[in-house]
């Protein structure tokens, strides 16, 4: 497995639990540390998301929870593009994204970069609708599962978009 945007290894110990291979990406060198300390059989990396993943062949499975938004549309879509790339042909992509209801952390009253993208306390967010969600992954997926739903991670409640993604040849 792949997993995008780690942080501190909360998921990536869930996935080595479960029996999975991780290779984690992570941009912050100190949340990467942590995710090593937290996951040593994990295989750890600090980098962003948008250099080339590190891998030698094409995995099973990507996990993105609450990585892909910080970019504009066509670095989305870019990264998204390179996920579906980095998938086996039966591969699947299971991801969250920020909801536009998502008002907690972002979804509004801060400085719009573009349409459902803001600066959000200094960083660029962007937040998706079904629309922009059913957008993103076409051409090449077909779509397992897409739920909007609120999922309690945080100090309050967080709106997002889990999506259930295989890789279409």
Request: charged fraction near 25%; charge should be negative.
């Amino acid at each position: 497995m792949l997993e995008l945007g780690c942080g501190c290894g909360r998921d990536t110990a869930t996935l080595v639990e479960a029996g999975h291979r991780v290779i984690g990406v992570e941009l912050s060198p100190d949340a990467a540390s942590r995710a090593r300390e937290r996951v040593p059989s994990a295989e750890i990396h600090c980098q962003d998301i948008r250099a080339p993943f590190p891998l030698v062949s094409p995995v099973g499975v990507v996990v993105a929870s609450l990585s892909l938004h910080y970019f504009h549309w066509p670095e989305t879509r870019t990264l998204v593009d390179r996920v579906r790339a980095a998938l086996r042909s039966d591969g699947m992509l299971l991801c969250r994204l920020n909801s536009t209801n998502d008002h907690h952390f972002g979804a509004s009253g801060h400085p719009e970069i573009e349409n459902d993208f803001y600066l959000v306390d200094g960083a660029p967010k962007r937040f998706f609708d079904r629309e922009a969600v059913e957008r993103l992954f076409t051409p090449g997926w077909r779509t397992i599962a897409i739920e909007e739903k609120v999922i309690d991670r945080y100090d309050h409640p967080k709106a997002v978009w889990e999506v259930v993604l295989e890789r279409a040849d």
